[in-house]
């Protein structure tokens, strides 16, 4: 399943510039837990975001307002690593990630694969959702979702349009799947980010940086497989998780 991309909205509230949005995901992905009623407005960033958008004051505001759009779900906020600032943004988008996935009870994703990375720089390099098939070819059994965002001007601020404002939203939906308040399409990165409950393993690879006109890209894909050692991690989930603490750094 592929969905449209369309200009957004939500990158014209947080910070300044347009926004694209595009998500896919494979048969085997699973049903996430329930999505929000609604989007979910977002509220200002302090001012520093405009001219230093990765800089840890920005990004904590940027985290002030994904925690209280998770509080509306009836969820604590995040309780970040020690240096979450100051990772790259592909290993934010891990962190996040995962940090959904343990509060909703699905198994966490073990780490960022290489090979993965390389699919999702793909992905951004071609404005579209990576596609991780190839590599999975010679796999007996696998399942794969992916999600691609542009023109935003950090992570954590395409996370949250990924899982807080993928809905209906009338005039302003930014998810072309989304063509009504019931449709299928309708929370489609939500659903990939909370794919898969089933044991097995479960590997990321993700991805910021510009395509070739110089515009901020980032995607991400995730792979289910039976245990197996088909790839290696270069972060790993289990220390992160073992320095999670609010505030950080």
């Avoid at 959904?100 to 699905?106: C, H, I, S």
Wanted: aromatic share 10%.
């Amino acid at each position: 399943m592929s969905r449209n991309l369309r200009i957004g909205t939500f990158a014209a509230t947080l910070a300044t510039g347009v926004a694209l949005i595009g998500a896919a995901g494979a048969s085997a992905a699973t049903t996430p837990p329930l999505n929000p009623a609604a989007n979910i407005a977002p509220g200002r960033l302090p001012g520093v975001c405009a001219n230093a958008p990765i800089g840890a004051p920005c990004l904590r505001g940027v985290v002030a307002v994904l925690d209280a759009a998770r509080v509306k779900l009836g969820l604590g906020p995040y309780a970040l690593p020690s240096g979450f600032y100051r990772l790259s943004g592909a290993r934010q988008l891990l962190v996040l990630s995962n940090l959904d996935r343990v509060a909703y009870g699905l198994p966490p994703i073990t780490g960022m694969s290489p090979q993965l990375d390389s699919i999702a720089a793909a992905g951004v390099a071609a404005d579209g959702d990576p596609d991780p098939t190839a590599l999975l070819a010679n796999l007996p059994t696998y399942g794969w979702a992916s999600n691609w965002a542009g023109a935003y001007p950090n992570a954590p601020e395409a996370y949250y349009a990924w899982m807080y404002y993928d809905g209906w939203g009338g005039k302003s939906t930014s998810n072309l799947d989304c063509t009504s308040p019931t449709a299928t399409g309708c929370w489609g990165h939500r659903d990939d980010v909370l794919s898969f409950s089933q044991p097995g393993i479960i590997s990321m690879g993700a991805a910021v940086s510009r395509d070739p006109r110089g515009q901020l890209g980032y995607a991400m894909t995730i792979v289910w497989t039976p245990a197996s050692n088909w790839t290696t991690y270069t972060f790993s989930w289990t220390p992160a998780q073992a320095a999670s603490a609010t505030p950080s750094s």
